[in-house]
């Protein structure tokens, strides 16, 4: 079972940037169909934000699309989550998760398929 640690959250202003990443150990994301990014505010459901399957796929919800944006370093078993533009909405705990399968792009916002969570990493977006 592989474990993930998110990192790179943090307090920034509206407008601002944060780069989020998640290292894997344990295990290997090559072994794992997507990689997704999820994120709960408080009162809320978690929500998908992100995911990249095993073929550099990358999908993203309209409430992100066009200003975060997924990538992967198979050498360093990483992704991240470039996360441009930040709005206060975005402000929430940030949680990356690793499926072993992947069911296809309208899926990979579910969080039940995902087998490996890590513990989150807090943004919050406030002037």
């Known amino acids: 079972q592989v474990q993930l640690v998110e990192s790179g959250g943090g307090l920034v202003q509206p407008g601002g940037s944060l780069r989020l990443s998640c290292v894997a150990s344990?295990?290997?994301?090559?072994?794992?169909?997507?990689i997704g990014w999820f994120r709960q505010a408080p009162g809320k459901e978690r929500e998908g934000v992100s995911c990249?399957?095993?073929?550099?796929?990358?999908y993203y919800a309209d409430s992100v699309k066009g200003r975060f944006t997924i990538s992967r370093d198979n050498a360093k078993n990483t992704v991240y989550l470039q996360m441009n533009s930040l709005k206060p909405e975005d402000t929430a705990v940030y949680y990356c998760?690793?499926?072993?399968?992947?069911?296809?792009?309208?899926?990979?916002?579910?969080?039940?398929?995902?087998?490996?969570w890590g513990q989150g990493t807090q943004v919050t977006v406030s002037s």
């Open positions: 998760a690793a499926a072993k399968y992947w069911f296809g792009s309208r899926s990979c916002y579910a969080p039940g398929i995902y087998d490996s």
């Open positions: 344990g295990s290997s994301f090559d072994y794992y169909g997507a």
């Open positions: 990249i399957n095993s073929s550099a796929g990358r």
